[in-house]
């Protein structure tokens, strides 16, 4: 039994006693040998303390008692030499090494590439601290030579086996495809050596070599320079770094110190500003076209991240500086053929000598993007448009820079044309449709004589022995060939949103030089309306544009109906500001994030692109107003027609200037247009065509007198349509003649529009042509109070309706139980089983008839109806 618990009898007491007796004699006799060990062991080690001072000779006296001697530090180095084990940090690193190796062929043995790719990073910064004499450890040279030998297997094995990889793997295989060779290139002597003979390599000794020389390469060049650097220089003035030291340019140290600009490009208290004074420098020196071409890259590069933020436009003597410094850079590439840049080239790192062209090769191929720089150059012009108030004189003057920058662009298209031929360079295709779309995105919108200016231009600064395959010169002079051959070629090399943009600029330029049914034809066969949403904002807003220039090309021509029904989508909402990029909409109620409102600023269009607003109202409320007021006459002449609503817009403005005490003469298009409305309802035609004449904005249409007399034309013939529905209630017969002199049209033209209303069932009548008299059928004369009894029935109807809908959607379906059947509600009522909820319908009122006809008026509607 334990001796921590305790019984209740004496036998318990009695043997728990003893065992405690027992614990507590062998506690005293462990804890008197445990006293006695520790005694012994004090006297050892002060007889041997003793016996090391004999040893040591006399004791030490003063300060020096509390020195260690050679023997004391021995003896102590000793005694943790044999504890624990210190290793030098060259061995740690060593062991690091070893570590990522090991890591490395794990992830060879189960393919995992992204695990190889980071281990591989990981592995090169190691490497660096072990470097000697610039020699890597063997253990190094081994694992990178394995490694790409394993890479190219699996790259081989990739081409031959239908699976693929997943994305992860695919990425890091890429990623250490790229990287080892690369990094391959600094250690290929030894690399060699070790596939000669691999076991040789590893047992040889490593040769001392002399370390090398410090470098001199000049990370970050933070200097103070005077803004007439080169007065300074006359005065005995250099240039230095930031420790002081002179800069010297020499055509030897430039790709140092692009290399040192390029590296310090993106971290912070780098100023921009000094680094491209010195590539200005550097220029000056380049003696050969690589330095020229790599100085000017980097030198509109550096110029571009001046123009890097959000609310940052790059400033404007940049602008124009990178501008010139591009066309330099296209016309050392036209001179020299032999230089190529290219987005897929390798780059160049040796820093100490250039690359020459080799006898087996036509080309020196320099890393970049001529297409990015025109891109990003007409996108910093577009930002400085969107910041210049457009009422100013400076946005004129800055507008002309794109005519310089329209030359740029087709240069840069020459060029890629010409590079392009050679299949060699494996130019991809999308390089040529992003600048041909960019050529596109600068003409689509002008006028043809605009163009043609452009054009020509544009092809002066080119030589005269180049000529576009694409665009040839002498096609050129014909603005709407030329967007033709453009839209043509980007539709047949290209797809998604680029062809996409293509077709919607093709049918703005045709519809804004009056070609409507090519346009129409061509915007319906597009089939872009159904799938418009899922493009991006820019290709949308594009549409909307589209969408208005078709609509205001249909009432040029005359055609309202078509007018309306276009631009029904975009001013019918009420957002055309938002729609068409013209304007951000304060939403009252809707909070708008600091990102986002930065966002619709950045999509807003330059003032010359667009579309006038006040101009757009206007045909849209006079094509409103042609088709709502004879709809409206129709509809109060005849109650039993199911109302009708054109534009919900042009109504609700109706209905407020009507309600109206009093009415002033108007001040503004909108006034305009509705006391035209309100005197064409009462058949004063004259008076509404001089309201429509008097809007002064019709005079920024082309062709004005044109566009009015056409307005004058559909008002008569729309006031005529408006007084026969009016009026025809209270005539029997109407001569012909009576109607031309009243509305001074042509008596065919009367006789047509009636006939066009009898065959389309509008109006109850018919045409004798013997005496060209209208004679009109007598129906049932509605009174004020039958009217307005007809109008309660269609109301209840439609409310019935309206609350059955919402009972069924509510109760899901539930409501077929309160149907009534011989005065039951439900089922039997008291006797027999009930009805269950939800239950199939067993009985009810028939089915409605369509239209709400359920309220059926009593006699008087039959009679109506008859």
Not at 766 to 778: M, N, Y
């Amino acid at each position: 039994m334990s001796r921590f618990f305790r019984g209740g009898d004496d036998s318990s007491s009695e043997s728990s006693s003893e065992e405690e007796e027992l614990y507590s004699t062998s506690e005293e006799e462990e804890a008197r040998d445990a006293e006695q060990e520790e005694s012994s062991e004090e006297e050892e080690e002060e007889s041997s303390s003793s016996s090391s001072d004999d040893e040591a000779g006399p004791a030490k006296k003063g300060l020096s008692r509390f020195l260690l001697d050679q023997a004391s530090s021995e003896s102590e180095e000793s005694d943790e030499e044999g504890t624990t084990k210190v290793k030098s940090a060259k061995d740690k690193r060593h062991d690091e090494l070893e570590a990522t190796i090991s890591l490395i062929q794990n992830g060879q043995k189960i393919n995992d590439w992204g695990s190889i790719a980071n281990e591989f990073d990981k592995l090169n910064r190691q490497v660096v601290k072990l470097q000697d004499g610039g020699k890597a450890p063997k253990s190094y040279i081994k694992c990178i030579a394995e490694l790409e030998d394993f890479m190219n297997e699996t790259l081989a094995k990739q081409k031959v086996t239908p699976k693929k990889m997943n994305a992860t793997n695919a990425r890091g295989l890429n990623a250490v495809k790229q990287r080892v060779k690369k990094n391959n290139k600094d250690y290929q002597s030894q690399i060699d050596a070790f596939r000669k003979d691999s076991d040789a390599f590893m047992e040889s000794e490593d040769e001392v070599v002399p370390p090398p020389k410090p470098s001199t390469k000049l990370r970050v060049q933070e200097t103070y320079v005077p803004e007439a650097a080169d007065e300074d220089e006359e005065k005995g003035f250099a240039r230095v770094d930031k420790r002081g030291k002179a800069m010297p340019f020499s055509p030897e140290s430039i790709l140092k110190h692009l290399r040192s600009i390029i590296e310090s490009r993106g971290r912070k208290n780098t100023d921009r500003v000094e680094q491209i004074k010195i590539m200005e420098e550097l220029s000056k020196v380049a003696n050969t076209p690589y330095l020229r071409i790599r100085v000017l890259q980097a030198l509109v590069s550096a110029r571009f991240d001046l123009g890097a933020g959000a609310g940052n436009v790059m400033p404007l003597e940049h602008w124009k500086a990178a501008e010139k410094e591009l066309s330099a850079l296209l016309k050392i590439l036209e001179t020299e053929k032999d230089h190529v840049v290219i987005e897929n080239a390798e780059e160049w790192d040796d820093d100490e000598k250039q690359p020459t062209l080799a006898p087996e090769e036509k080309y020196i191929r320099i890393p970049g993007s001529v297409v990015s720089y025109i891109e990003r150059l007409d996108d910093e012009l577009t930002r400085s448009l969107q910041a210049i108030d457009p009422h100013t004189s400076e946005y004129i003057e800055r507008l002309t820079d794109e005519g310089s920058l329209y030359n740029i662009i087709l240069q840069g298209l020459l060029y890629y044309e010409t590079i392009r031929k050679d299949a060699s360079l494996e130019v991809p295709q999308e390089s040529l449709n992003r600048i041909t779309q960019r050529r596109l995105d600068h003409v689509y919108f002008k006028p043809a004589q605009v163009i043609k200016i452009l054009e020509e231009n544009a092809w002066k600064q080119i030589s005269a022995g180049v000529d576009s395959a694409i665009t040839p010169r002498n096609k050129s002079d014909d603005a709407s060939q030329l967007v033709n051959i453009l839209c043509n070629y980007l539709f047949e090399h290209s797809e998604g949103i680029i062809r996409a943009r293509a077709m919607l600029c093709q049918v703005y330029f045709l519809a804004l030089h009056d070609e409507y049914y090519n346009a129409r034809d061509m915007m319906l066969t597009s089939h872009l309306q159904e799938s418009i949403s899922n493009f991006d904002i820019a290709t949308q807003i594009l549409y909307n544009r589209t969408l208005v220039q078709v609509g205001l090309c249909a009432f040029r021509k005359g055609l309202v109906y078509d007018a309306q029904n276009t631009l029904q989508e975009i001013c019918g909402s009420g957002r055309q500001k938002e729609l068409l990029a013209q304007g951000v909409m304060i939403q009252r109620f809707n909070q708008v994030s600091p990102e986002q409102e930065r966002l619709e600023k950045q999509r807003q269009l330059p003032f010359h692109m667009h579309i006038n607003l006040e101009l757009l109202e206007c045909v849209y409320l006079t094509c409103s107003m042609l088709l709502e007021i004879p709809l409206l006459a129709q509809t109060g002449s005849s109650p039993d027609i199911k109302k009708r609503v054109i534009s919900k817009t042009y109504r609700r403005m109706l209905e407020y200037h009507e309600r109206q005490i009093f009415t002033g003469p108007p001040e503004n298009t909108r006034d305009h247009v509705m006391q035209a409305s309100k005197a064409l309802a009462a058949g004063e035609w004259k008076k509404a065509t001089h309201f429509i004449h008097s809007i002064k904005i019709w005079e920024l249409m082309p062709s004005a007198d044109e566009i009015k007399t056409m307005l004058a034309k559909q008002i008569q013939e729309e006031g005529l349509r408006t007084y026969l529905f009016t009026y025809a209630p209270f005539y029997d017969t109407l001569a012909i003649s009576t109607l031309s002199a009243m509305f001074e049209l042509d008596s065919r033209k009367v006789a047509a529009v009636v006939s066009k209303m009898i065959s389309h069932e509008e109006l109850a009548a018919a045409l004798d042509q013997v005496t060209e008299t209208v004679i009109f059928r007598k129906g049932v004369e509605l009174s004020r109070l039958q009217s307005l009894a007809l109008a309660l029935s269609d109301k209840a109807s439609s409310l019935i309706e309206t609350n059955e809908r919402t009972l069924e959607q509510r109760t899901q379906g539930s409501a077929n139980a309160f149907s009534r059947k011989d005065g039951q509600r439900g089922g039997q009522r008291g006797g027999g089983q009930r009805g269950g909820r939800g239950g199939a319908r067993t009985g009810g009122n028939a089915q409605r008839q369509a239209g709400g006809t359920q309220f059926t008026g009593g006699a008087l509607g039959a009679a109506v109806r008859g």
